[in-house]
């Protein structure tokens, strides 16, 4: 019995094998694209029968993998596990309506995302951004907090002026994440300053603050995350050592 998984087990770990399902997934991809097009008649069976191989493929390989684990526990663990195997098992489902037909054809798109699994610089790149959730949830929570500030006050000023754009605060932050994006801003301030000719203070200070300094602060996160670091958790502790220490 432990020959024949750590047969299965040599081939998941075999980089032939990892670079096959990569062929796969992106041959799935083009298989996605292609049929986006109205495709002829004459091709369409030829189209089914590559998705019907790509799907039959990642069967087997889903199955390899779960042998190799020597566990259904084991392998259920594992998040992109289980996303695999989700993806793999939807793909079966019959179709049989044009509804099904586009849920279908959305998770042959999604079938795409399998790479990620697949390639180990892609999940460290996943699973650094999750890490960063809860620090950039606070710089999120910040920003909003400008953002509803300056909507209020772009709101009082120059709702008159422009309501379509300062009508109301749903509209004035729709309006602030235009800004923050550099969309056309120019021409949205062009709007109110022949009123409030310092009004271009209102907005460059909100880009400064919330595009340039809040949003670089949310990429130093990411980076410092991906790179092994907890600068900002390592900064606290350096803090609470040297009140111990006096």
């Excluded at 790509?54 to 889903?62: A, D, G, Q, S």
């Excluded at 022949?194 to 880009?207: G, L, N």
Aim: hydrophobic share 55%; proline share 3%; no cysteine.
């Amino acid at each position: 019995m432990n020959n024949f998984v750590d047969f299965f087990l040599r081939i998941r770990n075999s980089k032939l094998f990892t670079g096959i399902v990569i062929a796969v997934i992106l041959a799935s991809a083009v298989y996605a694209g292609v049929t986006s097009y109205d495709i002829p008649p004459q091709y369409a069976y030829y189209i089914d029968l590559f998705n019907y191989g790509i799907t039959v493929f990642f069967v087997i390989e889903i199955v390899i993998r779960m042998i190799s684990e020597r566990s259904l526990v084991k392998f259920f663990s594992d998040g992109w596990n289980i996303f695999d195997f989700l993806i793999v098992t939807i793909s079966l489902v019959p179709i049989s309506n044009v509804e099904s037909i586009f849920v279908a054809r959305l998770l042959r798109i999604i079938r795409v995302l399998r790479i990620i699994t697949v390639v180990p610089a892609f999940r460290h790149i996943i699973d650094s951004l999750v890490k960063t959730i809860p620090r950039v949830g606070f710089i999120a929570l910040l920003m909003f907090i400008f953002m509803y500030v300056w909507g209020a006050i772009g709101t009082m000023f120059f709702g008159p002026i422009d309501p379509a754009h300062w009508g109301n605060i749903g509209l004035a932050l729709i309006t602030l994440v235009q800004i923050a994006t550099y969309d056309d801003w120019a021409a949205i301030m062009g709007e109110v300053i022949e009123v409030y000719p310092f009004a271009w203070i209102f907005f460059v200070s909100f880009i400064i603050i919330n595009a340039v300094i809040l949003l670089n602060m949310v990429i130093g996160v990411i980076v410092d995350v991906m790179m092994g670091g907890s600068g900002i958790d390592n900064l606290g502790n350096n803090n609470e050592k040297e009140d111990s220490t006096k």
